[in-house]
């Protein structure tokens, strides 16, 4: 998304210029794209000039948006998506730690944008 964004300048980029710069397989970035695109945050071009673009602005599309399209919902552990994965949580000492910590991945990603990404912008101390 970063490399998109960067190098696309609002116009498409072929996956696989994307796949030579940052030394991936084109296969395996062609899957990632079909789920950014199936969450909306790419479009997709076809023909002699196609590829892929971002779907809306690299300023509004977050770095959680992006990991929870590719990976679904940030969970550190099982019971924090589902109560019912642990017959614990009612009375575990840690399932509200482990709730504060999931909330903190969750607000630094989501506090973060591909612009900031591309643009070399993140702050390690912030």
Request: aromatic share 4%; charged share 25%; glycine share 8%.
């Amino acid at each position: 998304m970063a490399d998109i964004h960067k190098h696309g300048n609002g116009e498409t980029v072929p996956i696989k210029d994307v796949a030579e710069r940052q030394n991936l397989s084109q296969r395996y970035l062609s899957q990632l794209a079909t789920l950014l695109k199936n969450a909306q945050l790419l479009k997709s071009v076809w023909g002699m000039h196609g590829g892929y673009k971002l779907a809306r602005p690299g300023r509004e599309i977050t770095i959680l948006e992006v990991v929870e399209a590719i990976e679904g919902p940030i969970s550190i552990i099982d019971c924090i998506i589902d109560d019912h994965q642990c017959d614990r949580t009612e009375f575990c000492n840690c399932h509200e730690l482990w709730m504060d910590v999931n909330d903190g991945i969750r607000e630094k990603l989501g506090s973060r944008t591909i612009d900031d990404l591309a643009n070399g912008t993140i702050n390690k101390t912030g």
